[in-house]
């Protein structure tokens, strides 16, 4: 019982939060999300409402018939979770260039955690114009860590080298850059 009342509780997710954020978690959502009926279901049990998610292969279809951003971005994770690793960078690609930089941003985070440093390395390329200057500097430290893990998917130094240029100000990275010159 506590639980229905927590749900009760919740605040409705504007279509703007859920697009600022990125993927919700189902159990997050309420009906007046954009995407609640596609990615819920529900069933009566002792009549109770009880809400469980749709089936990802279910949801991976009904995904595909919808045109918005939120949709894409819900896409690309039911995608990864059926192992489909390129459907599931098509999406996030569509989704990315659909809602601008930030939504570049997250999806090299989100492609970085799954190993897809190739993509990764190409989203955060095309977030870092857009971002904010804290959010670019994250960024570009990001792809220095990502070069250092993964040697072979980028040239560590030209990351440095880039980060020090964007922030010419900034002392630890230009120090940074010069120390792996040596």
Excluded at 28 to 40: E, K, N, Q, R
Excluded at 56 to 75: D, F, H, I, N
Aim: no cysteine.
């Amino acid at each position: 019982m506590k639980r229905s009342r927590a749900v009760l509780a919740l605040v409705p997710l504007s279509v703007a939060g859920v697009a600022a954020s990125g993927s919700v978690p189902w159990e997050d959502l309420t009906p007046a999300d954009l995407l609640h009926d596609v990615v819920t279901r529900f069933t009566s049990v002792d009549g109770h409402r009880v809400y469980y998610p749709t089936p990802t292969q279910e949801l991976a279809a009904a995904l595909e018939t919808r045109s918005e951003p939120e949709a894409l971005r819900a896409l690309a994770d039911a995608r990864f979770e059926l192992g489909q690793r390129e459907a599931a960078l098509a999406a996030l690609r569509r989704w990315a260039e659909a809602a601008g930089p930030e939504a570049w941003a997250e999806a090299a985070q989100w492609a970085a955690e799954r190993l897809e440093m190739p993509f990764a390395f190409e989203a955060a390329g095309r977030a870092l114009a857009g971002l904010p200057p804290d959010a670019a500097r994250g960024l570009h430290d990001d792809r220095v860590r990502w070069a250092d893990r993964h040697p072979g998917a980028a040239d560590a130094l030209a990351l440095r080298r880039a980060r020090a240029e964007a922030f010419p100000a900034d002392a630890t990275a230009f120090e940074d850059y010069l120390r792996a010159l040596d």
